[in-house]
């Protein structure tokens, strides 16, 4: 099914020099009419992203992708982004060995039932990991990394820009050491997941680990968590429980850096809907009846790329309760398929009144400067501010 929504992101429509010659390479990939003619200007494209992450300019690669002209343009560049790691990777390998740096994206949902108003007592989600060992030992019994049994686990569940593109080139360097079986000093601190009484929230976090294979062996061919994930779940849960918090933590297949942003980002903003929903539906359900939706899409400074889409549950029966949730749209997203994740998950909440707005909107309410969203009653040209 093809969702037709409007784009709300704004795109820089001229290339800075020092990114032109690469946004030409994606471009005439895309445009290639020939397979082999592909293959060869993407081999160029790779090497010389490969050739930057190995000199420390990870920065820059991450300034490139921001700067694609089109969503495109950007998939084309995380594409052989993605190959590059790769590449840069096995160039790493030393004496028959290759050091594999692996992070597995954790999406944790925390929430305390505490009617407390003081945020402040609610302790935060401390993010540390009191026995890697343990965790280890489910990945290794159920042959999460193709059998290897030569890794290890970072004691520290870190944020996202941690694996993001510009640190690339420093875990490169890391995952070079650790080839050559030298020491390395990780900066990875914990990230901790903050508590809100009352509330439920959800947060991104990657567990890292590196294992020695030999080069030719793919450790994270498999992209599955069969066997493995429910213990890794509960075992997480486990490690980061606190007294009246509740935590529930749901991790993702072992992946490269890159692979593993872009998953994790999707999974969280997933899980985020789908816990938005649920609770929304069932609230409206039981004051008002059946709530209807309305998906529309806005510009916004705060969001990634200055625009994101919005989701509005309410009911006609209540003209003064309303749910909204503000969901993201990365580099690489198409927006049609982030507003089909959106409509399938309303679909499977039986909501049979769905509207998708034309046309791109405000972020606020230019009334009430209060954050602008829909009412399926109200035409697509009034501005109805809701909570």
Do not use: Y
């Not at 020092?18 to 090497?47: F, K, Q």
């Not at 034309?358 to 829909?374: I, Y």
Request: some cysteine.
């Amino acid at each position: 099914m093809l969702i037709d929504i409007a784009d709300p992101r704004a795109f820089p429509e001229r290339a800075e020099p020092s990114h032109a010659p690469l946004i030409e390479l994606a471009e005439a990939s895309l445009a290639a009419t020939g397979a082999a003619r592909a293959d060869a200007i993407d081999r160029t494209l790779t090497t010389a992203l490969a050739e930057r992450l190995e000199s420390g300019d990870a920065l820059l690669v991450g300034n490139l992708i921001a700067a694609a002209p089109s969503v495109a343009i950007a998939r084309q560049l995380w594409r052989r982004l993605i190959d590059a790691w790769g590449v840069a990777s096995r160039r790493s390998a030393a004496d028959g060995v290759a050091a594999t740096l692996f992070a597995v994206p954790v999406v944790v949902i925390a929430g305390s039932q505490s009617t407390v108003d003081a945020p402040a007592s609610v302790p935060a989600v401390a993010g540390v990991l009191s026995d890697t060992a343990r965790l280890a030992a489910i990945l290794l019994e159920h042959c999460a990394l193709a059998g290897n049994e030569a890794f290890g686990l970072a004691d520290a569940l870190v944020a996202a820009d941690a694996v993001d593109i510009p640190r690339l080139s420093e875990l490169l360097a890391w995952q070079r050491l650790a080839g050559r079986r030298e020491t390395v000093a990780r900066d990875l601190p914990p990230a901790p997941i903050a508590v809100q009484p009352g509330q439920q929230s959800v947060h991104l976090r990657f567990l890292i680990g590196t294992t020695l294979a030999a080069p030719e062996v793919d450790v994270l061919a498999a992209t599955d968590g069969v066997g493995w994930a429910m213990p890794l779940a509960k075992e997480l849960a486990r490690q980061l429980a606190l007294p009246e918090v509740s935590v529930l933590a749901l991790p993702r297949a072992p992946q490269s850096p890159p692979v593993a942003l872009q998953q994790g980002r999707a999974a969280q903003r997933e899980v985020g809907a789908q816990l938005f929903a649920s609770n929304a539906i069932r609230g409206l359900r039981a004051r008002v009846g059946e709530p209807a939706a309305v998906i529309s899409a806005h510009r916004s400074v705060a969001a990634p790329g200055g625009g994101e889409l919005r989701l509005s549950l309410s009911s006609p029966f209540d003209p003064r309760e309303a749910e909204g949730f503000r969901c993201p749209l990365f580099p690489t997203d198409r927006v049609g398929d982030v507003a089909l994740m959106l409509f399938d998950l309303l679909r499977d909440c039986r909501v049979a009144d769905v509207r998708m707005l034309p046309g791109v909107h405000p972020d606020r309410n230019p009334q009430t400067g209060m954050t602008l969203l829909f009412k399926p009653e109200a035409d697509a040209a009034e501005h109805t501010s809701l909570h």
